[in-house]
């Protein structure tokens, strides 16, 4: 059989052999298999070695046979101690006396001398892993009585009976019910069921954990000075090494605080439900007062908007008609130079000379005052226009604002897009006009209308 070496360093072994060369060769031997290895000639040396380690000692191979005290006096002092420590007796077949009073003592194993080391080893790996089963076995017990611990300081605890009765309850389950144990054990447990739960709940929970399956849901439940306290209850059977049913345990978590809370919360919700419909209808009928003021403002713009069209189309045939009257006035002006030209070597102080020249004087004139009539009536149109078109601009703007603020007439928001596209256009259409003027006017006229 091969042994587990990982195994055997988890053990610390004292060893107890009188014969010089026997325990110097074996314990050297030992050392390289086992964590650490107490060594002692007597049974008075072992005794003493065990005392001031017995914390670091987890097995004890002790020869039975041995001056000052032997074996079996060694293990009675120490049983008294440790009564579970295993002991290893080697043993000749002069010893055999001694074996009765061994077996009283509980010793683990017996081998034969001389030592066969194989056998020894197997023995104590044997050993090992029954002592690392059982220490994991501890460990394991402890940790299931911390949590046990934890869901008793945090949870109801109760056990029942096979026949529902209360036979355990914990301290906090007292302090929320208000009875004190002596008064709920034997009780049933669906005696605390309030009113207002279904005895099917009970009924379908006894049902499963008499079949050995666990049963989850939420109890209401009675205190003592009939109150009631809600839980989240986990209920499962507690079984016999057999398998037999003996009873259920049940762990509960009180909920009342958070039911109540979501019940507030509902009832909540409902008051705000409720007030969001009032406010609603409220509110449709303020929306309907804004929205049919907003079409009336949204028609008027539009009226507006047909009257800056055709004052613009009036601009364009004002500018239009003073552009030709320029044009035919200058051409005049033109033809009188020329025949001033032709004439004016002959007829220099002729009667007819001097009229072209009041003529040309007089059409100057006539000149003169229509690029001022022009300027002024060009600047007031364009002031005029562009003063309309801010203010339209500005209330398309304020309306925009106000109607996109009512998000549910789609409509409306089409038809307000629409218009404040429609100002934009007319506004790129007056900026056309006066590049238009400015194409047919010339450079002196144009500095003085802008500069």
């Known amino acids: 059989m091969s042994v587990d070496k990982d195994l055997l360093k988890r053990l610390k072994i004292l060893y107890i052999e009188d014969d010089d060369i026997i325990r110097t ?225 049940c762990i509960q978590k009180d909920i009342t605080e958070e039911q109540n809370k979501r019940r507030d919360i509902q009832l909540a919700l409902m008051k705000d439900k409720s007030d969001i419909f009032i406010r609603s209808k409220e509110g449709s009928a303020e929306q309907s007062v804004i929205i049919n003021d907003l079409k009336n403002r949204l028609e008027n713009t539009q009226l507006e908007l047909v009257k800056v069209q055709q004052n613009v189309d009036k601009y364009i045939y004002t500018a239009e008609k003073y552009t030709v009257e320029n044009r035919n006035l200058k051409t005049e002006l033109a033809s009188y130079k020329k025949s001033a030209d032709i004439h004016g070597t002959a007829l220099k102080v002729s009667k007819e000379n001097s009229d072209l020249r009041l003529e040309i004087k007089r059409l100057n004139s006539i000149i003169e005052e229509t690029n001022e009539k022009q300027e002024k009536e060009i600047l007031q149109l364009k002031v005029n226009y562009q003063v309309e078109i801010d203010e339209l601009e500005e209330n398309l703007k304020v309306i925009q604002e106000k109607y996109e603020s009512i998000e549910s007439d789609d ?28 194409a047919h006017g010339d450079q002196s006229f144009m500095n003085k209308i802008f500069g």
């Not at 309850?169 to 009780?187: A, M, P, S, W, Y």
């Open 25 to 249: 060769e074996l314990s050297e031997l030992l050392s390289k298999f086992f964590g650490n290895v107490y060594v002692a000639k007597d049974g008075k040396e072992a005794l003493e070695t065990y005392l001031h380690n017995q914390d670091d000692i987890d097995v004890i191979l002790s020869d039975i046979n041995m001056p000052k005290l032997n074996g079996i006096e060694v293990v009675k002092t120490i049983r008294e101690i440790d009564p579970k420590i295993p002991v290893i007796f080697a043993t000749a077949h002069s010893d055999t006396e001694f074996l009765e009073e061994a077996i009283k003592l509980r010793v683990y194993e017996y081998i034969v001398k001389p030592i066969d080391i194989r056998s020894l080893l197997t023995m104590m790996n044997e050993l090992a892993n029954v002592l690392y089963q059982e220490s994991m076995i501890e460990q394991q017990t402890k940790e299931l009585e911390k949590y046990r611990d934890i869901i008793d300081s945090n949870n109801i605890v109760l056990k029942t009976d096979v026949h529902m009765n209360i036979t355990y309850v914990n301290d906090l389950f007292c302090q929320i019910t208000g009875f004190n144990k002596e008064e709920l054990i034997g009780r049933e447990f669906k005696s605390l069921r309030h009113p207002d739960s279904s005895v099917d709940v009970y009924t379908n929970m006894y049902a499963k954990v008499l079949n050995n399956k666990p049963w989850h849901g939420k109890l209401k439940n009675l205190t003592k000075d009939h109150g009631t306290f809600i839980t989240d209850a986990y209920i499962m059977a507690s079984l016999n090494d057999s398998g037999e049913i003996l009873g259920a345990i």
């Open 411 to 438: 409509v409306l928001r089409q038809k307000l897009e629409y218009w404040k596209e429609k100002a934009k256009n007319e506004s790129r259409r007056i900026e056309s006009l006066e590049k238009q003027i400015i």
